[in-house]
């Protein structure tokens, strides 16, 4: 299996800033997409940016120009730096990845989430 451990959420104020890293275990042959995705207590999970292997970009509207997305491919990471946040960033972030690895043998598919780490927002 392929895990996913996230770090870097917490408390920050309004403007404030916040850094997420997310680094992906296992055995991996090769990663595709990486991104973050966020759940806001009773709202579904959404999209808030994702990266390619060959560094394409795609950001939610809501986060385009505050956010950051960035990865590390020999090292199977991906950072989200988030910059002015705002009181409705605060959630619980997600790290996803997707790609192929080896499991028994053969190379698979994988489609992997971390735990979660929690986002807030407030002065």
């Known amino acids: 299996q392929v895990q996913l451990v996230e770090s870097g959420g917490g408390l920050a104020q309004p403007g404030g800033s916040l850094r997420l890293s997310c680094a992906a275990s296992?055995?991996?042959?090769?990663?595709?997409?990486m991104g973050w995705y966020r759940q806001a207590p009773g709202q579904q999970r959404e999209l808030v940016a994702t990266?390619?292997?060959?560094?394409?970009?795609d950001y939610a509207e809501s986060v385009r120009g505050r956010f950051t997305i960035s990865r590390d491919n020999d090292k199977n990471m991906v950072f989200l730096q988030m910059n002015d946040l705002k009181p409705e960033d605060t959630a619980v972030y997600y790290c996803?990845?997707?790609?192929?690895?080896?499991?028994?043998?053969?190379?698979?598919?994988?489609?992997?989430w971390g735990q979660g780490t929690q986002v807030t927002v407030s002065s």
């Open positions: 990266i390619t292997r060959g560094g394409i970009i």
């Open positions: 996803n990845a997707d790609g192929t690895w080896l499991a028994s043998g053969h190379i698979s598919n994988f489609n992997s």
């Open positions: 296992g055995s991996i042959f090769s990663i595709y997409t």
